[in-house]
């Protein structure tokens, strides 16, 4: 299992307007794909936030091929999608994960 992760920190000014566009547009979106099994929506707790607001979104995908599905055929349009809404308000990396272990 692997998680792909996206940490954005975005502006104040628009961080409401920016959660809300990835909670309704972005995220279902995404989820819309078909290759990942769920998803966590996170802010970051205790860090600074002089420059904005820093969130984690994360995906479950079951597997590196079905991950490089997904960049591939989908990845490009989803950050072209959130670039020109958000162009010059955010600062974002992605990571992927390998799940060594996890529990209930």
Partial sequence: MLLYNITNKIEH???EDWVSWM???YIP??????????Y???R???VDETDGVTYALQFTVSSRPAFDIYQEK???DHQ???DRRFKGNF????????????GQ
Avoid: N, P, T, Y
């Fill in 80 to 82: 072209q999608m959130h």
């Fill in 40 to 42: 966590k929506f996170s």
């Fill in 74 to 76: 989908f990845a490009f």
């Fill in 23 to 25: 909670q309704q547009s």
């Fill in 13 to 15: 000014g628009i961080h």
């Fill in 44 to 46: 970051l707790l205790g």
């Fill in 29 to 38: 979106h995404v989820m819309e794909s078909g290759v990942f099994e769920d």
């Fill in 91 to 102: 600062v974002s990396f992605r990571s992927v994960l390998d799940v060594v272990d996890h």
